[in-house]
């Protein structure tokens, strides 16, 4: 059975690692021959206050504050539990060049030893 883990995120920026962070990420297991989606992971993700843009895009645009943000678990945290639970894992997300080559092939996260699918908002277009 193939499974394939689609990760999602918000960030407070669009240039990526060192200048942005991931303040929210959302994983599914997607089993693609049953065609069958299983939530796995969604939270918050808690950066420190000194490298958190207050006014970035998506506190001023969605209903996440930066409260929020402040009290979620830390992002060291949150990213290594990540890690321990992608090792190895089929990945992909929705804009994967966003996703990966910005924020999750680079510290905290550093994903980039798994196996990666096709980016499927390419392959849905």
Known sequence: ?????VIDTETTGLDGFPNDNVVEIGI????????????????LVGVSPESLDVNAWVFQNTDLHVQDVMDAPREVDVSLAVRCLLRGQILTSYNKNFDFGRFLNFPPWSL???PESECIMLAAS
């Open 28 to 43: 599914v297991r997607v089993e693609v021959e049953q065609g069958k989606v299983h939530p796995v992971l969604s939270t």
């Open 112 to 114: 980039g030893n798994n």
């Open 1 to 5: 059975m193939t499974n394939i883990f």
